[in-house]
T-cell receptor, first 114, second 110 residues
Framework: NAGVTQTPKFQVLKTGQSMTLQCAQD?????MSWYRQDPGMGLRLIHY???????DQGEVPNGYNVSRSTTEDFPLRLLSAAPSQTSVYFC?????????????FGPGTRLTVL | GENVEQHPSTLSVQEGDSAVIKCTYS??????FPWYKQELGKRPQLIID?????GEKKDQRIAVTLNKTAKHFSLHITETQPEDSAVYFC?????????FGKGTRLHILP
């Protein structure tokens, strides 16, 4: 099993550009989530999904969109990048929240917005 | 809204001594409390977790205690070793969300 994979590893964008951060898992996990990590701010939840076709907002959803068309994939879209979105982004997955909770994290994507 | 406070933000302990990290949460409905360790440049990884029907859980040198009445939980690391140097995050599950504290950077001094 590859576990949770993320692409790209690094990305530099200009203000106003759009891009999609990819996340995939091969563990048949129902639950997937996106976090951003900034120095001194911990891990802040952006969006999450409890299953295919279902998404919901986390603590800091503004400026980000998500969709969950399959169990395996959970892409994060930045429609118009801003310097405040410079961060390290982690995707995570876990079994159905009702039956198992450990979240497995991907390796992260380091995004810089100029 | 949901809130998880974590203290201290930085902790330095002598190798072999114990380290304690404390967290509080705001939502009394929280029922699951994991702890993650993140080494420099790596992804967070679960080290221990506790559910709300248990007051304490131990795994070798690591233990977690939970006080539901006071809404706080703590991580205890005994006999610290150099490889314990990392950032530690507490978290609380609220509905379907896992909300993290801001982290504690633990330094193990030789």
């Amino acid at each position: 099993n590859a576990g949770v994979t993320q692409t790209p590893k690094f990305q530099v964008l200009k203000t106003g550009q759009s891009m999609t951060l990819q996340c995939a898992q091969d563990m048949n996990h129902e639950y997937m989530s996106w976090y951003r990590q900034d120095p001194g701010m911990g891990l802040r939840l952006i969006h999450y999904s409890v299953g295919a076709g279902i998404t919901d907002q986390g603590e800091v959803p503004n400026g980000y969109n998500v969709s969950r068309s399959t169990t395996e994939d959970f892409p994060l879209r930045l429609l118009s990048a801003a310097p405040s979105q410079t961060s390290v982004y982690f995707c995570a997955s876990s079994l159905n929240p009702s039956s198992g909770y450990e979240q497995f994290f991907g390796p992260g994507t380091r995004l810089t917005v100029l | 809204g949901e809130n998880v406070e974590q203290h201290p933000s930085t902790l330095s302990v002598q190798e072999g001594d114990s380290a304690v990290i404390k967290c509080t949460y705001s939502d009394s409905a929280s029922n699951y409390f994991p702890w993650y360790k993140q080494e420099l440049g790596k992804r967070p990884q679960l080290i221990i977790d506790i559910r709300s029907n248990v007051g304490e859980k131990k795994d070798q040198r690591i233990a977690v205690t939970l006080n539901k009445t006071a809404k706080h939980f703590s991580l205890h690391i005994t006999e610290t070793q150099p490889e314990d140097s990392a950032v530690y995050f507490c978290a609380a599950k609220v509905d379907d969300k896992i909300i993290f504290g801001k982290g504690t950077r633990l330094h193990i001094l030789p």
